[in-house]
Structure formats: structure tokens, C-alpha cells
């Protein structure tokens, strides 16, 4: 079955620091990957999206995410965090079992240092 | 403005009392699905609808039914609802056919005592 791995449950940075977010995905084939963020009382807002094609994606609020095939990741990464970038961040891979759903890792909790 | 619009967003019931979490959407999507989110398991999808009368269960449909008589909206309903279904739930929509952004709702945080 497909899953998604998000190792880290919690990770805290400094404002101004660069940010990785792990994601490793379990698939055979090219997956259809996202990330989502959720910031606190809020729903689930797409950062970014890899279906095809380039293997660097550019998403919003300048975050990006490198799809490896070799390593079947697709880390998230922003080169300098605002503390407005404290929230809670999900990877998530479309299933292909022909039911179009999102399979979500854990999730990852961003703490923000002034 | 396109968006998924769930409510309550907040809800503190008791068990046994049967209780429907509204979920409307309009963009005119066609596949408009159900997550619960709890802490340490993610998102786990509860139903889904591919379309107007045509809905099937997900990976934790246990306890819980949906209905889809109009594309916009897709209820969740609780017909007795116990404490193992305190939770934040999550309405989504997104175009049929895959390869599509889903777009959530705000959630809602349920609460059963």
C-alpha cells in the first residue's frame, strides 16, 4: 500500500534560518506529490504541487520542494523562515487506486524562534 | 471566491445525539471527500463522492454516513456519535479525473462526550 513518511514530529528554527521538511513516499511509479500547510485554526492551503517535469518546484509564501526519485523524497525546504511560517505541514501523495484520494504523512509542527 | 465552506466549526455533543456537519463548495467540483485529522495519524479519509449520487467509503467509514443529492454539498453525518469520533474533520473538493489540487475547508473541531 502507499504511504507517506514524515519523519520529524516537531522541529523549531530560528527566524532567518533555512528550513528542511522530510518527505519520503512509497511508489513505484511517478507519484503525484503535495504539500499543504496548516497554519492554527485554520484548514489546509496548497504550498505546492509535483505531477511531471522539472524536479524543482516553486511553490507559495517561497517555499520550494525537490522531487528524488532515487531517494523517493520530496523535501520541502524555504532558505530563510518568518515566524509567520510557524504551523503544521503535511506531505501527501495521490493514490492511485483509482479512488483519487490523498494519502497524508503525520505532519510536521514548525516552531519559529524570534 | 472559490472555497469550501464546513460548519460548525466548533461542536461539543454528547454521545448517542445524532449530529450533521454541512460542507458546501463552488467551484463545481465534481469529487468532494471527507478527512478526520488526529494527533500523530494525519489525515484519514472517511467517504468520498465522484460525483451526484455516487459516494463510497475511505479508510475509516466506521460510524459515520455521507449523502450527495447536489454537487455543491456533501454532508457528514454522525448518527451516534461516541467519544472515539472527538476530532477535527475536514471537508475537500477538487476537479475530477486526478492530478488535481484538492481544496479544503476550515474544519471542524467535533468534540464527544
Known amino acids: 500500500a502507499q504511504s507517506v513518511t514524515q519523519p520529524d514530529i516537531h522541529i523549531t528554527v530560528s527566524e532567518g534560518a533555512s528550513l528542511e521538511l522530510r518527505c519520503n513516499y512509497s511508489?513505484?511509479?511517478?507519484?503525484?506529490l503535495f504539500w499543504y500547510v496548516q497554519s492554527p485554526g485554520q484548514g489546509l492551503q496548497l504550498l505546492l504541487k509535483?505531477?511531471?517535469?522539472?524536479?524543482l518546484v516553486q511553490g507559495i509564501k517561497g517555499f520550494e520542494a525537490e522531487f528524488k526519485r532515487s531517494q523517493s523524497s520530496f523535501n520541502l525546504r524555504k532558505p530563510s523562515v518568518h515566524w509567520s511560517d510557524a504551523a503544521e505541514y503535511f506531505c501527501a501523495v495521490e493514490s492511485t487506486s483509482g479512488t483519487y484520494k490523498y494519502i497524508f504523512g503525520t505532519g510536521t509542527r514548525l516552531k519559529v524562534l524570534a | 471566491e472559490a472555497q469550501v465552506t464546513q460548519n460548525p466549526r466548533y461542536l461539543i455533543t454528547v454521545t448517542g445525539k445524532k449530529l450533521t456537519v454541512t460542507c458546501s463548495q463552488n467551484m463545481n467540483h465534481e469529487y468532494m471527500s471527507w478527512y478526520r485529522q488526529d494527533p500523530g495519524l494525519g489525515l484519514r479519509q472517511i467517504y468520498y463522492s465522484m460525483n451526484v449520487e455516487v459516494t463510497d467509503k475511505g479508510d475509516v467509514p466506521e460510524g459515520y454516513k455521507v449523502s450527495r443529492k447536489e454537487k455543491r454539498n456533501f454532508p457528514l453525518i454522525l448518527e451516534s456519535p461516541s467519544p472515539n469520533q472527538t476530532s477535527l474533520y475536514f471537508c475537500?473538493?477538487?476537479?475530477?479525473?486526478?492530478?488535481?489540487?484538492?481544496?479544503f475547508g476550515q474544519g471542524t473541531r467535533l468534540t464527544v462526550v
Open positions: 509535483y505531477f511531471s517535469g522539472d524536479t
Open positions: 511508489y513505484g511509479a511517478t507519484p503525484y
Open positions: 475537500a473538493s477538487r476537479k475530477q479525473g486526478g492530478h488535481t489540487e484538492a481544496f
